[in-house]
């Protein structure tokens, strides 16, 4: 259990510590992983980038995801869901454009293009506050990996341990806290997982842009 999200970043930041020293950027999921990865650079002296997704849910079943996309396209989905559920085609391109809206929209408010950007032969640290399917992380890895790192290496809180075993197979690196056989929610595993707003976001953000 975590007291909430610093006291992740700060315990994800100690596992961390066997990279500190090499070229690392560390890369946060907003909205949550934006607190885990300030502690973490805090700690070990990283530089701050964001890789922002955004989770495509089940028609009517907005917590339900069957899948991920990335702000370039890249995305993930979970074909069995989609084909039990006979999900249309023309439902998924439409949630995935609307998402793009979305992340282009956090770009700007973010000030993305003012954080750390380049990761061509760095190590990128991927980072957020939780995994659950594993749709949104195993987004993130793909989109990363065609900027050509030297090393991808996911860091979080807590993920369930079938969605560790699968983010194995594409990562580098995964660093979980917590890995219990089931998770049904990320703030289960939270004494305090607050909904985070923009405005909170960015003012930590302030913090590692360019002026």
């Known amino acids: 259990m975590f007291h909430d999200r610093v006291d992740a970043g700060k315990k994800l930041a100690s596992l961390l510590a066997k990279y500190k020293g090499k070229d690392c950027v560390v890369l946060a999921i907003p909205r949550g992983g934006v607190v885990i990865a300030d502690e973490i650079c805090k700690v070990t002296g990283f530089r701050l980038g964001l890789l922002i997704n955004k989770k495509i849910s089940a028609p009517y079943e907005e917590e339900m995801a069957i899948g991920s996309v990335a702000e370039d396209g890249t995305a993930v989905f979970d074909e069995r869901v989609i084909s039990e559920m006979r999900i ?37 640290i991927i980072v957020d506050d939780g995994v659950a399917t594993g749709l949104s992380m195993l987004c993130a890895i793909r989109y990363i990996m065609k900027k050509k790192p030297a090393k991808v290496v996911v860091a979080v809180a807590v993920a369930p341990k079938d969605s560790v075993e699968e983010l194995k197979k594409e990562a580098d690196d995964v660093i979980v806290i917590e890995t219990p056989e089931t998770l049904y929610a990320i703030g289960e595993y939270y004494d305090n997982f607050e909904q985070l707003e923009d405005d909170q976001v960015v003012k930590i953000l302030n913090n590692y842009v360019r002026k």
């Open 88 to 124: 249309q085609e023309d439902y998924i391109e439409k949630e995935k454009e609307e998402k793009m809206k979305e992340i282009r929209r956090r770009s700007r408010v973010y000030m993305e293009d003012r954080l750390e950007k380049n990761v061509e032969g760095r190590i990128a």
